[in-house]
């Protein structure tokens, strides 16, 4: 299982980014997807997840309205389109299949967000 972030980068308050998550490994269209951040010197918390087929997600209470997950198991990728972001969304991002423990060891590289004016 191996996991290629990528769409992070610097942004403003109340900017934007879509962060993309490509997977290898393992039949991508069978497993739920988790998408995870880690700020620095905090623990890993859980973002959003979404279904295998893509027709149920579900989000931390602080991202919802704001974060939108989806996948295209075509592509074997999943997205996480940020909105109105804040500086308390400064984390590095990652993805994990929905049955892996939060705090297990990453499976890329994850994608650094940083919110500062």
């Known amino acids: 299982v191996q996991f290629v972030e990528s769409g992070g980068g610097m942004v403003q308050p109340g900017g934007s980014l879509r962060l993309s998550c490509t997977a290898f490994?393992?039949?991508?269209?069978?497993?739920?997807m988790n998408w995870v951040r880690q700020a620095p010197g905090k623990g890993p918390e859980w973002v959003s997840r979404?279904?295998?087929?893509?027709?149920?997600?579900s989000y931390r209470d602080s991202v919802k309205g704001r974060f939108t997950v989806s996948r295209d198991n075509a592509k074997n990728t999943l997205y996480l389109q940020m909105d109105s972001l804040k500086s308390e969304d400064t984390a590095l991002y990652y993805c994990?299949?929905?049955?892996?423990?939060?705090?297990?060891?990453?499976r890329g590289q994850g994608t650094q967000v940083i919110v500062s004016p």
């Open positions: 994990q299949k929905a049955d892996a423990k939060l705090g297990a060891p990453l």
């Open positions: 490994g393992f039949t991508f269209s069978m497993f739920g």
């Open positions: 979404i279904s295998s087929g893509g027709k149920i997600t």
